[in-house]
């Protein structure tokens, strides 16, 4: 039976005055961590406020990729930076405030794609998220799978309730890590949301939806982004 789980969360959001310089561990090999590497950009979104809000996002396929909602919501200017420090102007294409995932198109963006794993995540499986390193670098760090649940929380604007099947992890989650994606081997299997307020090292990531991967997909315009979170 899937756990039902009340979950206290922080966003991990981080403004950009605030940059995270903290040391991250290399993971080891369960997982291609240069292809993960290689499909994983940061994001710079304005528009709520006098500075940048940051997240991470994935190459699902050339100039496509996904992030967490709410690093991109409410914003007017929406910016990408590869492993390389290229930057590209991205729209969002699709967002979900209740699950918290969106989808980005950056079509001038140079990074590699990574796989879909139809399988969800399980329990002790271990793997990598990228994440920002010091001066900005894009870093890989180990991540166990802690358990499958079903979460109880808000949309990401804490105005009504909502349940999304995901799972808790174990990996070492920074403000500005939001977004992320949790490789295992096989693929990508979900999208770091929110870190844990009750353990320390642990967070939330949700499910990949596959109705909304399908929306995605076929989008090529420009979604509104709702109001600032």
């Known amino acids: 039976m899937t756990r039902r789980t009340a979950v206290g ?24 961590t240069n292809a993960a590497r290689a499909g994983s950009v940061r994001i710079e979104a304005s528009g709520c406020g006098p500075t940048e809000r940051n997240g991470m ?3 699902i396929e050339a100039g496509l990729l996904v992030t967490a909602a709410h690093v991109v919501a ?8 590869d492993a390389d420090g290229r930057r590209s102007t991205a729209e969002v294409v699709a967002f979900d405030p209740l699950l918290d995932i969106a989808a980005l198109r950056a079509l001038d963006v140079s990074t590699g794609t990574v796989a879909i794993r139809p399988d969800r995540a399980a329990a002790d499986e271990r793997g990598a998220v990228v994440v920002r390193g010091t001066g900005d670098a894009l870093e890989s760090v180990e991540v166990t799978v802690v358990r499958r649940a079903t979460i109880e929380t808000t949309d990401i604007y804490r105005d009504i309730d909502v349940t999304r099947a995901g799972f808790e992890i174990e990996a070492s989650i920074e403000p ?3 977004g992320t994606a949790v490789h295992l081997p096989g693929g990508i299997v ?4 929110a870190r844990s307020t009750v353990h320390p090292d642990r967070a939330w990531a949700i499910d990949l939806p596959e109705g909304f991967l399908d929306e995605a997909v076929v989008a090529d315009a420009a979604v509104d982004t709702g109001p600032c979170p």
Request: hydrophobic share 55%; glycine share 10%.
């Open 190 to 193: 979900g999208i770091v949301w």
């Open 74 to 81: 409410g914003a007017h200017a929406v910016e990408v930076i």
């Open 9 to 32: 969360v922080v966003l991990a959001l981080l403004l950009s005055a605030c940059a995270s310089g903290s040391d991250v561990t290399v993971v080891a090999p369960f997982v291609d």
């Open 176 to 178: 500005g890590d939001s």
């Open 57 to 59: 996002a994935t190459s």
